[in-house]
């Protein structure tokens, strides 16, 4: 299985972020497969953003929730994420992954993408 | 939400020494469904340990997690040099937010 960030690298405060995670090696629609956003500010820790199954079921950080939106495209086999109203603080590295089959830790990583909030 | 915490920030020591790294939480983490993760840099992060104790698939057995409740411990027995990064604790009982710690950097002394 492997996943592939791709989206803007660079977006301009109070703007949205768009990104986008292509998975290959296998269907997004099988199993029972949870598929997140995590993100790293630069030299800071991890935080997970939320996650979408391919049945469309959905559940954010709180912390982001008025902000985020996270689709999935079965016809395409990728999924994606939009955060909305973005500052300087939005600025890290963008990471997708997938879930284990039954709990909610990360067995496959994509390699991550920087996006940078500047003007 | 469950938050964590992790020490030491920083672990000098020589390859062939032993790890003791730390992850404490605000709260029980029911089912001892802790995680850990190593990161290199440049790097996504890399599963080691779920369910506090179990190692990925590929995980040598150097690498050990144990404890439960808000107390764990990943051990690595003698440090390879590929072993030198950055690991996270990462805690996915009960509801979301999933959370991690805020890491433990094992460096060469």
């Known amino acids: ?6 989206g803007s690298g660079l977006v301009k405060p109070s703007q949205t972020l768009s ?32 996650y979408i ?8 950080n709180p912390s982001l929730k008025s902000r985020v939106t996270i689709s999935v495209d079965r016809s395409k086999n990728q999924f994606s994420l939009n955060l909305s109203s973005v500052t300087a603080a939005d600025t ?23 996006v940078t909030v500047s003007s | 939400e ?26 029980s983490v029911s089912s001892s469904y802790l995680a850990w993760y190593q990161q290199k840099p440049g790097q996504a992060p890399r599963l080691l340990i779920y369910g506090a104790s179990s190692r ?31 690991y996270y604790c990462q805690q996915y009982g009960g509801s979301p937010p999933f959370t991690f710690g805020p890491g433990t950097k094992v460096d060469i002394k």
């Open chain 1, 92 to 114: 890290a590295v963008y990471y997708c992954a997938r879930g284990h089959e039954y709990y909610d830790f990360w067995t496959a990583w994509g390699k991550g993408t920087t």
């Open chain 2, 56 to 86: 990925a698939t590929g995980i040598p057995d150097r690498f050990r997690g144990s404890g439960s409740g808000t107390d764990f411990t990943l051990t690595i027995s003698r440090l390879d040099p590929e072993d030198f990064a950055v």
């Open chain 1, 19 to 50: 990104l986008t995670c292509a998975v290959s090696g296998g269907s997004i629609s099988s199993g029972g497969y949870s598929w997140s956003w995590i993100r790293q500010p630069p030299g800071k820790g991890l935080e997970w953003i939320g």
């Open chain 2, 2 to 27: 469950i938050v964590l915490t992790q020490s030491p920030g920083t672990l000098s020591l020589s390859p062939g020494e032993r790890a003791t790294l730390s992850c404490r939480a605000s709260q």
């Open chain 1, 1 to 6: 299985l492997q996943l592939q960030e791709s």
């Open chain 1, 53 to 60: 199954y391919h049945s469309g079921n959905t559940y954010y």
